[in-house]
Nanobody, 116 residues
């Protein structure tokens, strides 16, 4: 199993980034996907989640209206479009795959830094 995030980097406040999460080694379309983040000194928190088909999404209040989660099951890839970024969005971002009755899979994370 491989789960690899990409697309992080340094961006100015108000800017945008698109994170990608490519996965292999399991049945991608059977797993719900979520994005989490962990800032220094803080606990990891859920940012956004999407059902296995992409039909249902949910967001943390702190990112609602600014972030959009999506997935392309044909490409075994998930995405997190982040707009209107704020310094408090600075964190390592992780994607996670989960299905009932099986273990979950995490990526290694990608750093997002929002700073002027």
């Amino acid at each position: 199993v491989q789960v690899v995030e990409s697309g992080g980097g340094l961006v100015q406040p108000g800017g945008s980034l698109r994170l990608s999460c490519a996965a292999s080694g399991f049945t991608f379309s059977s797993y719900a996907m979520s994005w989490h983040r962990q800032a220094p000194g803080k606990e990891r928190e859920l940012v956004a989640a999407i059902s296995n088909t992409g039909g249902v999404t949910d967001y943390a209040n702190s990112v609602k209206g600014r972030f959009t989660i999506s997935r392309d099951n044909a490409k075994n890839t998930g995405y997190l479009q982040m707009n209107s970024l704020k310094p408090e969005d600075t964190a390592v971002y992780y994607c996670r795959f989960l299905v009932v009755g099986s273990r979950d899979y995490w990526g290694q994370g990608t750093q997002v830094t929002v700073s002027s």
